[in-house]
T-cell receptor, first 115, second 116 residues
Framework: GENVEQHPSTLSVQEGDSAVIKCTYS??????FPWYKQELGKGPQLIID?????GEKKDQRIAVTLNKTAKHFSLHITETQPEDSAVYFC??????????????FGKGITLSVRP | GAVVSQHPSWVICKSGTSVKIECRSL??????MFWYRQFPKQSLMLMAT?????????EQGVEKDKFLINHASLTLSTLTVTSAHPEDSSFYIC????????????FGPGTRLTVL
């Protein structure tokens, strides 16, 4: 099955700096890669996703890049703000159609933005 | 759009009782809903996949007789924790996949279950 690795487990940046979070996956059949932000005591919120037919996607301060050859994808947050502090999960899905296609999650990274 | 709600947001119950958690897709039809469990400082663990009108598919190690899942309509799935014990205390989160978009999952706010 799919295995998603997320390192490091914590990341601290100064407000205004950029943050980059990397994930690797093992299954070359995976073709859908979402990123979720989870604040304490809340459910995960989808912030951006990318499919394997695209190498990069951007939405305001957030971007995701995908390297299919190396099997890794990264979340980029620019001009970080204290409200970006949260746990970020990456995930991968081996197929984007089918009633039972499932997401495999990384272990999560705690991002702290220092004011 | 793509809003998923859960009810209740938190519940405290006595050991041996059953607890029902509801998951609703508010503005879209969800042919598939997922139930996850999350322990403190850990990732999401998929418990089961629920398709509308059919039996749920449980992940290995998840007791289907203990965690009853019903997906009776395109907007509602329920998880019932039967004969709850303290080790069942956890954060339970559902997600729903839009009918026309087969891969994107939208998550509910979660339900905190505490079993005394």
């Amino acid at each position: 099955g799919e295995n998603v690795e997320q390192h490091p487990s914590t990341l601290s940046v100064q407000e205004g700096d950029s943050a980059v979070i990397k994930c690797t996956y093992s299954d070359s059949a995976s073709n859908y890669f979402p990123w979720y932000k989870q604040e304490l005591g809340k459910g995960p919120q989808l912030i951006i996703d990318i499919r394997s037919n695209v190498g990069e996607k951007k939405d305001q301060r957030i971007a995701v890049t995908l390297n299919k050859t190396a099997k890794h994808f990264s979340l980029h947050i620019t001009e970080t703000q204290p409200e970006d502090s949260a746990v970020y999960f990456c995930a991968a899905s081996p197929q984007h159609t089918g009633a039972n296609s499932k997401l495999t999650f990384g272990k999560g990274i705690t991002l702290s933005v220092r004011p | 759009g793509a809003v998923v709600s859960q009810h209740p947001s938190w519940v405290i119950c006595k050991s041996g009782t059953s607890v029902k958690i509801e998951c609703r897709s508010l503005d879209f039809q969800a042919t598939t809903m997922f139930w996850y469990r999350q322990f403190p400082k850990q990732s999401l663990m998929l418990m089961a996949t629920s398709n509308e009108g059919s039996k749920a598919t449980y992940e290995q190690g998840v007791e289907k007789d203990k965690f009853l899942i019903n997906h009776a309509s395109l907007t509602l799935s329920t998880l019932t924790v039967t004969s709850a014990h303290p080790e069942d205390s956890s954060f339970y989160i559902c997600s729903a996949r839009e009918f026309l978009s087969a891969d994107t999952q939208y998550f509910g706010p979660g339900t905190r279950l505490t079993v005394l």
